[in-house]
């Protein structure tokens, strides 16, 4: 089965900018999570989807950040404006109801803020 | 969500078992410990779960202590393939559940 696909893998942009990564998760998997990772830490929840549905976004920064998972498969996670504290790497993850809810994750996007 | 607490860092010689420990001395009775792996660039991947019993997979072997406030991973026979950031993680087994990953251990496999 095909993994979680992020895009894009690398992005570098100036302070103020907007940017927004993309993810599709495996093919049947209901939930969705982003993740942000800094440089030499775990990675940090910022927000889960059920569905379509946002369950947990209490770690998402809502004056900043937004996130949408239109009909329940893709989503995206958008930044704007992006500060230079943004700088990490943004991963996407997914889980199937069934099963032992272990996360699959994807590659991940790299984002510099300048 | 319970806490964990692992080493930073731990070598391990190629061809020889690494084992990785993790102590979790506040786990509850419905929670969980899984382990997952990042290679360096990489997404983390999920290894292995256990709640009370020893587990085992293609992977690698999940020793757990009778009073479950650690456990153990062990890498049978380590590749320098297996060098990566390990993530201990306690959680109860349910999708509204937080994962809370801490800074892990980060095994280098020597040649």
């Known amino acids: 089965e095909a993994g979680v696909v992020q895009s894009p893998r690398y992005k570098i942009i100036e302070k103020k900018q907007p940017v927004a990564f993309w993810c599709n998760p495996i093919s049947g998997h209901n939930t969705l999570y982003w993740y942000r990772q800094n440089l030499g830490q775990g990675p940090e929840l910022l927000i889960r989807y059920e569905n379509e549905e946002a369950v947990d976004d209490s770690q998402l920064p809502k004056d900043r950040f937004s996130a949408e998972r239109l009909k329940g498969v893709d989503s995206t996670l958008k930044i704007q404006p992006a500060e230079l504290g943004d700088s990490a790497v943004y991963l996407c993850?997914?889980?199937?109801?069934?099963?032992?809810?272990?996360?699959?994750f994807g590659p991940g996007t790299r984002l510099t803020v300048t | 969500d319970a806490k964990t607490t692992q080493p930073p860092s731990m070598d391990c010689a190629e061809g020889r078992a690494a084992n990785l420990p993790c102590n979790h001395s506040?786990?509850?009775?419905?929670?969980?410990v899984y382990w997952y792996r990042q290679i360096h660039s990489q997404g983390p991947q999920y290894i292995i779960h256990?709640?009370?019993n020893n587990e085992t997979n293609e992977m690698a072997s999940l020793i757990i202590t009778e009073d479950r406030k650690s456990s153990t991973l062990i890498l049978p026979h380590a590749t320098l393939r297996d060098t990566a950031v390990y993530y201990c993680i306690v959680r109860v087994q349910a999708s509204y559940d937080k994962v809370i990953f801490g800074p892990g251990t980060s095994l280098s496999v020597i040649p």
């Open positions: 506040t786990i509850s009775g419905n929670e969980y």
């Open positions: 993850a997914s889980s199937s109801l069934q099963g032992y809810y272990e996360q699959y």
């Open positions: 256990g709640l009370k």
